[in-house]
Every structure is written in structure tokens, then in C-alpha cells.
């Protein structure tokens, strides 16, 4: 069986305000023809299908307009799973309609046995060929009834995660029923040991539009990839915005975003990932490159630097390019009244630089002490917002304790409040003051 896996669309973005609907079509123009070249059988979305939980009508509209574009093509299947961005119910409220066109959609954890994740994908002569565990992000709360506290596996995330990803590989296995078919799962979370672009930091990692790559407190919500039974054949991850294999293992992948998302991804290559499993053999796996719409540019220096930079735009651009100033402070110099004239001059050149920022040094990126800014604040998540606030009135002095016990301590005491402030939270959203955080 072939398929497509993708991941991370987040539509309805608009990064810094920039108005990406065409971006989005063109994508999903590509992505169409891309499905019928490879004759995939199955696309695989892990997650973050839209940019908020309430996205806006036209974000809706395009995500159910290209599904249905799919119909009568080579790809009989798909399995569309809930991101951290997702609302959870609101996928799943199109659940019924869109299983008479054999599209599976698994919103949220909240609420469904394990065998409700778990679906049969058909060839194109309606027979059988694979297994899928649709699993989506699951809310912290949410794992908490798949945490063992007799199993000997480590950290609170690895030993829920992995209660999780069992219990739904148990259905699996009974829906399979002895057929021996290969079995796919997906998911939508945070791993350990990323190849590629940040495999050598061990700290959180902050985007610059707020939004944090490794959002992580110690070691809390990092999962690894054992977690994952040998069993699967593949697994099929969104979360990360780059394309990267967990713990060096092909068969455990991120297909990363079609889009950039925040200026510190400018410049990175786009894939999906065009996945071929057999049982019995090796998965192959190929990127496919996606092409760019849009150019979105950082550039950094001095202002005389960023002079020189900009200058290169000396002839109209084919593609719109959109830039993001990150500049050094000077004495004396005030980098926006000496650039204002060349960038007003830009934008008739199809150059248009939409954010200006002080650079900041690589150390900074780490921001262990989460001192939300108010543009960061709109994109965090509510787990974000309360640990941080768990940790910013910690209720004890742990200067006498070792790093390593002063960490488990602090694990400890987020794991005890947490759960309580996430449950006021979700009852809160389940009255319909979700808007209103």
C-alpha cells in the first residue's frame, strides 16, 4: 500500500498578518496532483489541519473543499487525527458524513474506546490492505488514564503514551484477526531525539511567532521512541514543523508543515512523505518536495548590513517575498527612520518587510523562565499558561536539592496542579466559555 503523509497544515494562518488563502489553495492544488502521480492509495494528516480552534469560514470551506476533490481518485482512504491547535469536537462533528466517503477523523482521545481509533483502509479493488491507529494530540488530562504507575518506565509522558499507543495497537490487532496486514499509526506529539535541525539542543526552543518547537518543562511531555511497538510498520507524526525520523528510526517520522510558519523556519525545504509499506519488508520512504509560493526572508545585521541586503531587491520579484528585519542596536542610530524610505521603495518590487525585531543572542532562544511577552501569550496553549504560572509561584525552596532532584521535584508538583487546573479549564470550554480564555 502507498500513502501520503502530511501534517501541520494550520489553516487560517496568517503569520504577522499576511494573508496566505492562495497559499493554501496552491498547496492543496499540488497536493492533489501529487496524490494522483504517486497513485496513493491513503493520505495521512497528523494533526493541526487548522490554526485555531475556531478557524475562520474560508479555512473550513477550503479543508472541506479539497477532501471532496479526492473523491473518484486512486486514494480510497484517508485519516485525518486532532493537533494541539485543533478543536477536538469540531472535526469530529463532521465525523458521520464524511465515513460515507470513507474519510476517518479521530478529533480528540476524550470520550472513545481504543478500538474507536482504529480503522481498515481498502485498496482500490475495495479489499482490505492495511490497518490504522488514528491517534490524535491528547491533552495531558487525557493520558492520565493510560499512565501505569506499576510499570517501570521512566517519565510521565513515555509511560502514558506508551499505555496509549498499546491499548490501541491491542484493537488493532484484533480487527486485523490474524490477516497479518501491515499497520500504520499516527500521532501528534512531541518526541525525543530529533534528527535534523534541532537534535543538539536539550532545551525548549522558542519560534518567534510564539509559538515553542519543544514545549517542554524538564522532561515533561518529551516522549521516545520506544514508546513505539516494533510492530508498526509506520508511524506517521505531526507536531514539529520540519521534516525529520525520531531516534534515527525511518519508520518513525515527522513530515513537518507545508508552510512557514514563523521566520526562524524561513528557508527551510517543504515535504510530504510518499510511504510504501508491505508486510514483511522494509518500508520505503520518499520526500517530495514542496513547491514555494511565496519567499519568506530573515535578515540580520547592522542597519548599514540590512542596507546592503535589502538593496540586492534591485528588480521586481516573481514571487511575493515577505521579510523580517533583525537588526542590532546602534548607538545614535534609529534603524527605522533610515530604512523607511528603501522599504517604502520595496514594495513596488513585490518586497514587503512585515516585521522588525532586536536581534537576539542564540542564548536567548532558551527561555527556561517563561516570561511571556503578550505576543506569545495568543499562541500558547492553556497547559503553557498554567505551568508557567505553576512554576512562577513554586511553593518551596529547592536550592538545597541536586538539579537532577530539584527537577523531578518540580515534574512532581506540576503533575499534582495541573491536572486540577486543566479540569476547570475543559469544563469551562465544555460550557462554551472556551472563547472567552
Known amino acids: 500500500m502507498k500513502f501520503i503523509h502530511t501534517a501541520d497544515w494550520h489553516l487560517g494562518n496568517k503569520m504577522h498578518e499576511v494573508e496566505r488563502t492562495k497559499e493554501f489553495e496552491n498547496f492543496f492544488n499540488w497536493l492533489k496532483n501529487t496524490i494522483i502521480e504517486e497513485k496513493a492509495e491513503a493520505l495521512v494528516v497528523a494533526g493541526d489541519i487548522f490554526d485555531t480552534a475556531n478557524p475562520p469560514t474560508e479555512a473550513k470551506a477550503m479543508y472541506i473543499k479539497f477532501l471532496a476533490s479526492l473523491i473518484g481518485s486512486d486514494c480510497r482512504n484517508i485519516i485525518i487525527v486532532g493537533g494541539n491547535h485543533d478543536s477536538g469536537s469540531l472535526l469530529d462533528s463532521e465525523k458521520p458524513l464524511l465515513e460515507y466517503l470513507n474519510i476517518h477523523v479521530v478529533g480528540s482521545v476524550a470520550n472513545i474506546k481504543a478500538e474507536d481509533m482504529v480503522f481498515e483502509l481498502v485498496d482500490n479493488d475495495n479489499k482490505p490492505c492495511c490497518i490504522c491507529c488514528a491517534i490524535p494530540y491528547a ?16 517519565t510521565f509522558s513515555d509511560n502514558a503514551y506508551s499505555g496509549l499507543y498499546n491499548s490501541v495497537l491491542s484493537a488493532a490487532k484484533e480487527k486485523d484477526g490474524g490477516r497479518n496486514l501491515p499497520l500504520i499509526a499516527t500521532g501528534h506529539l512531541y518526541a525525543a531525539d530529533l534528527e535534523g535541525r534541532f537534535e543538539s539542543f536539550n532545551e525548549e526552543v522558542v519560534c518567534d511567532d510564539g509559538k515553542r518547537k519543544l514545549d517542554i518543562v524538564g522532561k515533561l511531555g518529551l516522549v521516545h521512541s520506544h514508546i513505539f511497538s516494533d510492530e508498526f510498520d509506520y508511524v506517521a507524526l505531526g507536531h514539529i514543523h520540519y521534516t525529520t525520523m525520531v531516534g534515527k528510526n525511518p519508520k518513525i517520522r515527522y513530515s513537518g508543515s507545508p508552510f512557514t510558519l514563523g521566520f526562524d523556519e524561513a528557508g527551510l525545504p517543504r515535504y510530504v512523505l510518499s510511504v510504501e509499506i508491505n508486510k514483511g519488508k522494509e518500508t520505503s520512504v520518499s520526500k517530495i518536495e514542496i513547491p514555494s509560493y511565496n519567499i519568506y526572508k530573515r535578515i540580520s545585521g547592522n542597519c548599514e548590513s540590512i542596507r546592503n541586503q535589502l538593496q540586492m531587491y534591485d528588480r521586481k520579484q516573481e514571487q511575493t517575498v515577505y521579510v523580517e528585519i533583525c537588526y542590532k542596536r546602534e ?6 527612520d533610515e530604512l523607511e524610505d528603501l522599504i517604502t521603495e520595496l514594495e513596488d518590487l513585490n518586497v514587503y518587510v512585515i516585521s522588525r525585531k532586536v536581534q537576539v543572542e542564540e542564548n536567548d532562544l532558551f527561555d527556561t523562565n517563561y516570561n511571556f511577552d ?4 495568543k499562541n500558547l496553549l492553556p497547559e503553557d499558561i498554567f505551568k508557567a504560572l505553576i512554576l512562577r509561584n513554586f511553593p518551596e525552596d529547592l536550592s538545597s536539592l541536586s538539579e537532577e532532584d530539584a527537577e523531578k521535584r518540580k515534574n512532581e508538583v506540576l503533575n499534582s496542579y495541573l491536572s486540577i487546573f486543566m479540569e476547570a479549564y475543559n469544563r469551562a470550554e ?8
Open 139 to 154: 491533552h495531558e488530562i487525557e493520558l492520565r488514564k493510560y499512565f501505569d504507575e506499576e510499570s517501570d518506565i521512566g
Open 331 to 336: 548607538d545614535g542610530i534609529n534603524i527605522h
Open 374 to 377: 503578550s505576543r506569545e501569550v
Open 430 to 437: 465544555a460550557n462554551n466559555f472556551g472563547d472567552k480564555k
